[in-house]
């Protein structure tokens, strides 16, 4: 299984701060990446997903990717007790169907 | 509504049972997954199904087999687990083309308890 790095945390912030998740890979083929976000219980929901280098912006979440790096991170602004959860790293292998996931980073937003 | 549904949510079973988990999508996709989540592991890819072939089967114990009669349906036929088996089992799917980096849907979980 192909190595997708995430620090588990936990990671605490308070309501209103910047919430920065990171993720580093060790394939380099891989092409496309994905943040899900999991509530304890339940299962993975897709967050964001981006492909090409640089930031991807989608409402208070923003993806960026460097694939020189082999680093991949998550911005949450504005960050908001319902925030709170696992958030998951995933790659999909070149142009194949599979993906594998990191072992999530735990979020806390502290009211 | 997540359109991969999953059946049974919960199962317990003992380690002399034979049971089956059934995942099945409503969203038109080619392509079906198995994962296993367990505490504190990155979710583990068992098996992948693309057209209803199996295309990807990684290193999963005989005691789990698969069965994938359609691109809408997938199976997870269990046998003889043992009590380290006990875990949420994911089932996803995804559109699926080299060309498409579309993302995997997944179903709700069985949590598995092996007694």
């Known amino acids: 299984q192909k190595e997708v790095e995430q620090n588990s ?30 509530y304890s219980g339940k299962s993975p929901e897709l967050i964001m997903s981006i492909y090409s280098n640089g930031d ?38 070149g142009t194949g169907n599979q993906f594998y996931f990191g072992t999530g980073t735990s979020l806390t937003v502290i009211p | 509504e997540t359109g991969v549904t ?23 996709h080619n392509a079906m997954y198995w994962y296993k989540q367990s505490a504190k592991k990155p979710l583990e890819l068992m098996f992948v199904y693309n057209f209803k072939e199996q295309t990807e089967n990684n290193s999963v114990p005989s005691r789990f087999s698969p069965e994938c009669p359609n691109s809408s349906h997938l199976f997870l036929h269990l046998h003889t687990l043992q009590p380290e088996d ?12 080299r060309a498409d980096n579309s993302p995997l849907h997944f179903g709700n979980g069985t949590r598995l308890t092996v007694t």
């Open chain 1, 56 to 93: 991807k912006e989608d409402g208070r979440f923003t993806a960026q990717l460097n694939k020189a790096s082999q680093y991949v991170s998550l911005l949450i602004r504005d960050s908001q007790p319902s925030d709170s959860a696992t958030y998951l790293c995933a790659l999909r292998l």
């Open chain 2, 86 to 97: 006990s875990a949420l089992y994911l089932c996803a799917s995804s559109p699926f083309t």
């Open chain 2, 6 to 28: 999953q059946t049974p949510r919960h199962l317990v079973m003992g380690m002399t049972n034979k049971k089956s988990l059934k995942c099945e999508q409503h969203l038109g």
């Open chain 1, 9 to 38: 945390g936990p990671l605490s912030v308070p309501e209103g701060a910047i919430a920065s998740l990171n993720c580093t890979y060790s394939d380099r083929v891989s092409q496309s990446f994905f943040w899900y976000r999991q």
